[in-house]
C-alpha cells in the first residue's frame, strides 16, 4: 500500500516540457540541414569529380556544376547553425523565429538554377 505522506515527485511544468521540446526540435532541425549539407557535399563531388572521369567528356562544366552543389552544401551548413541558435534564443524568451524570406526565396533560387543547369547538362550530353 503506498505511503499517504510521501510527496509526489517533482514534475516539471507545462511551460519547462514545452521548452525543451522546443529545444529538441531546434536540434533535429539543425541535424536536417547539416544531413542535407553533406548531401550536397556528396553530389558535388560525383558531379564534378566522378561524372566526367565515368562519361569521358569534358571536366570543365561538371566541375563548374560540383562548385555549385558544394557551395550550396557550404550555405546549408552556415545557415543551419544560424537557425539552430535562433531556435534557441526564441525557446528562452518564448518568441517566434520564423526563417526569413529572404532565406527561403535564395535557397530557392539557387536549388532552382543548380537544377536547370544540371538538367541543361544532362540533355547536352545525350
Same mark, same amino acid.
Given at each position: ?16 516540457? !514545452? ?10 532541425? @539543425?541535424?536536417? @540541414? @547539416? ?14 569529380? =566522378? ?8 571536366? @570543365?562544366?561538371? =566541375? ?54 544540371? !538538367?541543361?547538362? =544532362?540533355?547536352?550530353?545525350?
Amino acid at each position: 500500500m503506498p505511503d499517504p505522506t510521501a510527496t509526489a515527485p517533482d514534475l516539471p511544468s507545462p511551460t519547462e516540457l !514545452i521548452f525543451k521540446q522546443t529545444l529538441m526540435a531546434a536540434e533535429r532541425t @539543425w541535424l536536417t @540541414w @547539416w544531413r542535407s549539407a553533406l548531401v550536397a557535399t556528396a553530389g558535388a563531388l560525383a558531379v564534378g569529380r =566522378v561524372t566526367p572521369q565515368a562519361l569521358h567528356v569534358a571536366a @570543365w562544366p561538371y =566541375v563548374t556544376l560540383g562548385a555549385g552543389y558544394g557551395l550550396l552544401a557550404v550555405a546549408m551548413t552556415l545557415i543551419g547553425a544560424g537557425r539552430h541558435r535562433r531556435l534557441k534564443r526564441a525557446a528562452r524568451s518564448a518568441s517566434d523565429a520564423a526563417l526569413e524570406d529572404r532565406t527561403v526565396t535564395a535557397f530557392t533560387a539557387g536549388g532552382t538554377l543548380l537544377a536547370l543547369a544540371t !538538367i541543361a547538362l =544532362v540533355l547536352a550530353q545525350s
